[in-house]
């Protein structure tokens, strides 16, 4: 086998229960033809060649054996190998790829091999490891995470213009049982992923990639081979499609990728200049394994009945099928070559897709056998030929219909997205207009209120004057709640003028001034008032602090040393003090001198316990602050 040239081999599957068992499609194995009746003239026959075909009768051993064993010492010499299984739906790509625990499939053979050359070499040298993706739209998926997981993976290209998936789970295998647990699973996940997913299994191309390290003591090498098993996507005709778009732009995914894989092995084996691998995820995700030195096998899976069989679609495997019996692995002699028989008329169409998608011309022309001739031309090379310009003319119109659609579904959406940001966009000013309104209602109440407070203020000045004119301490003789009102509004004007976009400090610190004559032994104010006119005076910025809910009710609670304030409180407790006082002295416990100097720690806290020089109990001042 020359290098770049990819050998394509065809298989014949046995009838299966509802299908007709006619001759439609015969297999010429010692010449490595395939015949098959034409759809539209059943009298005349269509001839292919193959590098190898295989009747109905072939077993996956022989299979096996014949083309796919002898691509392991290539592996292990450090090449890249890939087997492709092709064909319509239910034609055995699956069975051929993978098989069943009767009937294993190349998948699980190749491993077994592996395994067992490693065993005939030096154990600590090689190992092996796994990956598993499926190519879905386009779209690569990892196949050794759980499904829920499987997220799109990203495809891209390394320093070296080599295309890589990234994040794609490899784990290594050392046994079978390793691999068929993974296998398994990653079955079982494809499955379950193809029904939540809505997509079938048979609707995605999987690829297996076995990896084999290996350091060579006698090249003092370390070699990395690969080999890809890959399960493709059934190529069935676009026009069972329907008319559901989703399944059109799956439909054109599936035909974009085979038919560009079929012009890129058409291209190498024929030495064209340009291979297209670039032209889908598939060839360009597989191009290190097509072409250059790598070495390709692809299995044309045949079905020997036209009629698509009543299979459920998204049926993969069941993972209890996957339990591959080691028996049967084992390596056996390869039987002869066996004959073939077929019988019984049927239409040949899937069979004559399959062959076209290669490159075949009726008679064999474009032999993938490097060149070959044929031996023999087919007389009805014109009447496949408009099968295939029918099948192209059929996928260009999916084609379009997919854009149509897509472009219609695509303009929805900004019609759709267009009236959401309309929408939010009217949302968003009548926002703003409520707030827009409730600040005027806000506004409103707070000129209101200014002004109230400007009246009491000025109504209260005039009383105040009042008094003044007649007696200088009118102030002090104000009630308590009056002082306190008028500080309070002196204070909230005070604080009007500094919290104002433009703060007037020397009208705040006239306001305050005025307030503290109501509320002259507040210690706050005097403090704030002295850092007031420092500010003023250094012409720094003066920051007012929030009022809290503790200077609130300071606020409010009675001011100090007024004549009449809380008298019947401070009443009850002189009474009551005078009488612990009395029988304190009457018990001869009373020392006096602590009472009229308490200790410096005590201070503090009995500050606002005093007697006046009268043996009276009076309350001090000082703890009935009025914060600003
Ligand atoms: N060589 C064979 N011998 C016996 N049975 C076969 C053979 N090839 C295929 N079959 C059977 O034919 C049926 C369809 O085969 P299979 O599922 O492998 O087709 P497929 O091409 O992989 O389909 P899909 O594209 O849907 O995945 C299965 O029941 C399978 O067991």
Not at 4 to 31: M, Q, T
Not at 99 to 111: E, S
Not at 439 to 464: F, G, P, S, V, Y
Not at 535 to 550: D, F, H, L, N, Q
Request: include cysteine; charged fraction near 30%; proline fraction near 5%.
């Amino acid at each position: 086998m020359t290098a770049r040239e990819v050998k394509v081999v065809a298989r014949l599957r046995p009838f299966i229960s509802s299908e007709c068992n006619d001759d439609s499609v015969e297999v010429f194995p010692r010449d490595g033809t395939i015949s098959v009746v034409n759809p539209r003239s059943p009298s005349e026959r269509f001839k292919f060649t193959f590098a190898s075909c295989y009747d109905q009768t072939s077993t996956q051993e022989e299979i096996f054996l014949n083309e796919v064993q002898p691509l392991i010492d290539h592996v292990f010499e450090g090449l890249v190998c890939t087997v492709f299984a092709y064909g319509v739906t239910s034609s055995g790509k699956t069975h051929t790829i993978q098989g069943n625990a009767d009937q294993p499939g190349i998948i699980p053979r190749v491993v077994n091999a592996l395994l067992e050359t490693k065993k005939s070499m030096d154990q600590g040298t090689i190992s092996f490891s796994l990956s598993y993706m499926e190519i879905y739209r386009e779209e690569a998926y990892d196949l050794l995470v759980p499904r829920e997981t499987a997220f799109k993976l990203p495809i891209r290209e390394d320093p070296s213009g080599k295309i890589i998936v990234a994040n794609l789970t490899e784990k290594e295998i050392s046994s079978f049982q390793e691999f068929e647990k993974l296998f398994s699973i990653a079955c079982k996940g494809r499955s379950t992923g193809a029904t939540n997913l809505n997509h079938a299994s048979s609707r995605s191309h999987a690829i297996l990639c076995l990896t084999v390290s290996r350091f060579d003591p006698q090249t003092q090498k370390a070699l990395v081979g690969k080999i890809n098993l890959v399960d493709l996507a059934g190529s069935e005709n676009n026009k069972l499609t329907g008319n559901d778009p989703f399944r059109m732009a799956e439909s054109a995914a599936i035909n974009k990728s085979l038919t560009v894989l079929g012009q890129v092995v058409h291209a190498l084996n024929t030495t064209a200049s340009r291979i297209p691998y670039r032209d889908s995820k598939l060839t360009r995700l597989l191009q290190d394994a097509l072409g250059g030195s790598a070495i390709g096998l692809l299995i044309c899976n045949l079905a020997p009945d036209t009629r698509p069989l009543p299979k459920v679609h998204f049926s993969a495997h069941a993972p209890s099928a996957l339990r591959f019996k080691p028996a049967v692995l084992a390596f056996r002699p390869l039987p002869g070559p066996s004959r073939i028989s077929l019988g019984g008329p049927s239409n040949p169409a899937p069979a004559i897709a399959s062959l076209n998608a290669f490159g075949f011309n009726g008679g064999g022309r474009h032999s993938l056998r490097g060149g070959e001739e044929a031996s023999e031309l087919d007389a009805k090379v014109q009447v496949q030929q408009s099968v295939t310009d029918l099948d192209e003319k059929i996928s260009r119109a999916v084609q379009q219909e997919v854009e149509r659609r897509l472009a219609e579904r695509e303009a929805q959406e900004r019609v759709r997205l267009q009236e959401l940001e309309q929408r939010e966009l009217e949302r968003a000013a009548e926002r703003r207009r409520q707030e827009e309104e409730q600040r005027a209602i806000l506004m409103r109440k707070h000129d209101e209120l200014n002004r109230l407070l400007q009246k009491t203020l000025r109504k209260a000045e005039k009383e105040n004057q009042k008094l003044s004119d007649g007696d200088e301490d009118a102030r002090t003789t104000l009630s308590p709640k009056r002082a306190k009102k008028l500080a309070t509004a002196y204070l909230s004007l005070g604080r009007e003028c500094l919290q104002s976009n433009e703060p007037d400090y020397n009208a705040a610190l006239r306001l305050w001034q005025q307030a503290e004559t109501y509320i002259p032994e507040n210690k706050t104010l005097k403090k704030r008032i002295t850092e007031l006119e420092i500010a003023i005076r250094e012409g720094v910025p003066y920051k007012i602090s929030k009022r809290s809910k503790r200077s609130e009710r300071l606020v409010e609670s009675p001011v100090p040393n007024s004549p009449s304030g809380s008298r019947d409180h401070k009443e009850s407790r002189r009474l009551r003090l005078a009488a612990r006082l009395s029988k304190a002295k009457e018990r001869g416990e009373l020392d006096l001198s602590l009472i009229r100097t308490p200790s410096p720690k005590k201070q503090s806290k009995e500050r606002d316990v005093n007697v006046d020089s009268g043996g009276e109990m009076v309350l001090s001042s000082e703890s009935n602050l009025m914060e600003i």
